[in-house]
Nanobody, 124 residues
Framework: QLQASGGGLVQAGASLRLSCAAS????????MGWFRQAPGNEREFVAA????????DYADPVKGRFTISRDNAKNTMYLQMNSLKPEDTAVYYCAARSPGRYIPTRQRGQYESWGQGTLVTVSS
């Protein structure tokens, strides 16, 4: 199971750090990712990270502002979000691929486990 947390209401330009705590099985052998869904929109890719943390990938709108990381000892993944913009407002979901899927991917259908989502609201 995955549990996302850390969302909230902030002003444009502020920072937030999302966390995704995994339980039930070690997620160190799986690549993981963050997606987001704004009202009326489809769920979209935000960032992904390999099982070791050595490879990361970012969607263009967040590149340079967001940083994905993980601590396998704590079974936790993070998303540091800086310079937030109103267009970043969405429910943010964390996801994990099945064991042995080490390479990060942007494909939503490649993720096996999903967290419940945490709401991020950025006011202008």
């Amino acid at each position: 199971q995955l549990q996302a947390s850390g969302g909230g209401l902030v002003q444009a330009g502020a920072s937030l750090r999302l966390s995704c705590a995994a339980s039930g099985r070690p997620f160190g052998g799986s690549s993981m990712g963050w997606f987001r869904q704004a009202p009326g929109n489809e769920r979209e890719f935000v960032a992904a990270i390999s099982w070791s943390g050595g490879t990361t990938d970012y969607a263009d709108p967040v590149k340079g502002r967001f940083t994905i990381s993980r601590d396998n000892a704590k079974n936790t993944m993070y998303l540091q979000m800086n310079s937030l913009k109103p267009e970043d407002t969405a429910v943010y979901y964390c996801a994990a691929r099945s064991p042995g899927r080490y390479i990060p991917t942007r494909q939503r259908g490649q993720y096996e486990s999903w967290g419940q989502g945490t709401l991020v609201t950025v006011s202008s």
